[in-house]
């Protein structure tokens, strides 16, 4: 494939403001740029050689550019297809915004109304819309509605009738949840000229935030897209790929390990569910759930199964993404991972989002070398006093989203969004202020897990995410010292550079030298 069309800076030096490395405890005072990487580092006054132009920083601060360890592209490309209902406050707001709805959607004949990201946790009366809500407001069209976690949607009638009777659809209320849904979405999903085309607007939103690099757990529609914009030079985001589990034997077929690929678009790995959501109540959990004790969630794989796709996808070099939520998932990943990591895990195959984690459990994931991949904006939206982790966990919640109890065990640990939603100065905010204040990090260590450990997470240590001689000039300017506390709670995103070109300025005063 080309190199990007468009030209770095030749040669820029970042001067007179702060600089965050994420490379060891060395401060420094300048950074210079050359032809799209990061040339020196260092102290004092910064090189006069000729033909370098001056970026001043005015006292800012300057970091690497955020690593978002997990992400699915794919949902966000398909936002920008429908209404967005993820700020809605009650199943009426969601009902309006469908109303409102005229643009095309998605399915045969552009027909679908597909809204996603609505939280009823966080609403007056902590319920799903329903059928005949939905009907209300659209009765022509095809609707479905999902909530934040992608576990469970509602469907309106002519939605219904169009899709086939499943285990885990309730035709009653139009609850769909899991395989079903996800068998829907597939039926659902735009061809690779869609993604191809809402691109621009998803890399745009992805520097706005200030990240430069994300773990995408890609459809094969999205790959294909990120392949077009690739070999035309204009991806400007360095994305490493996991493929959904049903990928596992193409992938062993051709032989593609971690890695394959080149400095923007990579594979990685495989992605595996082993258990559902807490928002949906499918997260398999040790002891029932405090707010339906009826259930203790769903294991989505027994032992044998998921021992013998891990096995698989290991052997063929691929780094294992495994999402496990719920103990009792935790326990049952570990028991299946275990011999594959006997020797280490130069693969660094993890978990994502280990959320419920008592002190047991804690001390095997430690042992056991995975990484665990964790969301803090989780924290920050559910795991408030009396919020929805309260709810579901009761007293659990101290274990939950645990993790100063992670890093004090020795557990090797990255940030990511998950896209609930994007954005990792939110991510920081959450991790420092976490609302169960014995999980709490500090402001050093939170942004070192959203740029330096989540390169080292997606395999990128000697490429990206940190602020180090040969590394990708990739580079955030932010407006205030994320390791100020105080600060860190208003910081904002003043420019995003990627390769060492600027691809995104609040304002003037950000724009480089011309
Ligand atoms: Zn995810």
């Known amino acids: ?38 040339a020196a580092v260092g102290r004092g006054a910064p090189p006069e050689p000729g033909g370098a132009r001056h970026f001043d920083l005015r006292g ?84 479905v509605v999902k909530r934040v976690c992608g576990h469970v949607g509602v469907a309106n009638s002519p939605a219904l009738e169009a899709i086939p009777a499943g285990k885990h659809t309730d035709f009653a209320t139009g609850r769909i949840a899991e395989s079903d849904l996800w068998a829907l979405n597939d039926r659902l999903r735009p061809g690779p000229k869609t993604f191809t085309r809402v691109m621009p607007r998803l890399t745009q939103l992805l520097h706005r935030h200030g990240i430069t690099a994300v773990h995408d757990v890609t459809s094969a529609e999205m790959l294909r897209a990120l392949q077009t914009v690739r070999a035309h030079g204009d991806l400007e985001l360095r994305v490493s790929c996991s493929l959904p589990t049903d990928r596992l034997d193409a992938l062993c077929a051709v032989g593609l390990q971690a890695g394959f690929g080149d400095a923007w678009l990579r594979i990685l790995g495989i992605k595996f569910f082993a258990d559902g959501s807490l928002g949906a109540h499918t997260a398999f959990l040790r002891q029932p759930y405090t707010d339906a004790p009826d259930t203790r969630g769903v294991a989505l794989h027994d032992a044998d199964a998921l021992g013998s796709l891990l096995r698989q996808g290991d052997a063929a070099g691929l780094q294992l993404m495994i999402h496990a939520i719920g103990d009792a998932t935790l326990e049952r990943v570990l028991d299946c991972a275990a011999p594959l990591l006997r020797n280490g895990n130069p693969l660094r195959h993890r978990l994502e989002h280990v959320e419920v984690t008592p002190p047991d459990l804690v001390s095997c994931l430690a042992d056991s070398g995975l990484w665990a991949c964790v969301q803090p904006n989780f924290a920050g939206r559910w795991s408030q006093p009396g919020g929805m982790n309260e709810q ?81 000039a990739d580079l955030v300017v932010l407006d205030g010292d994320p390791l100020d506390p105080v600060a860190l709670q208003t910081v904002r995103v003043g420019a995003t550079f990627v390769a060492g070109r600027c691809v995104y300025t609040a304002d003037s005063r950000s724009r480089p030298p011309a």
Not at 108 to 119: E, L
């Open 60 to 143: 800012r601060t300057l970091i690497p550019g955020f690593c978002d360890a997990h992400v699915h592209l794919t949902w966000v490309g398909l936002s920008f297809l429908g209404p967005d209902v993820s700020h809605a406050d009650g199943p009426e707001a969601v009902c309006a915004a469908i109303a409102a709805w005229d643009g095309p959607g998605r399915g045969p004949g552009d027909a679908w109304i597909v809204g996603d990201g609505f939280d009823e946790t966080t609403w007056p009366e902590k319920r799903l819309p329903t059928r005949d809500e939905l009907d209300g407001a659209e009765r022509r069209r095809p609707v």
């Open 392 to 472: 579901r966990l009761g007293a659990r919640l101290e274990h939950c989203n645990a993790y100063k109890a992670l890093l004090d065990a020795g557990v090797p640990l990255a940030f990511g969004s998950d896209c609930m939603p994007i954005g990792p100065l939110y991510g920081l905010q959450s991790a420092t202020a976490h609302p169960v204040e014995a999980q709490r990090v500090t402001p050093a260590t939170a942004l070192e897990l959203y740029t330096a450990r989540a390169a080292d997470c997606v395999l990128a240590t000697n490429s990206f995410g940190r602020i180090a001689p040969g590394l990708a």
């Open 1 to 38: 494939m080309p190199a990007p069309a468009r030209t770095p800076h030749e040669r820029l030096v970042f001067t007179n403001g702060r600089i965050r490395t994420c490379a060891g405890h060395e401060p420094a005072d300048w950074v210079c740029v050359e032809r799209g990487q990061i």
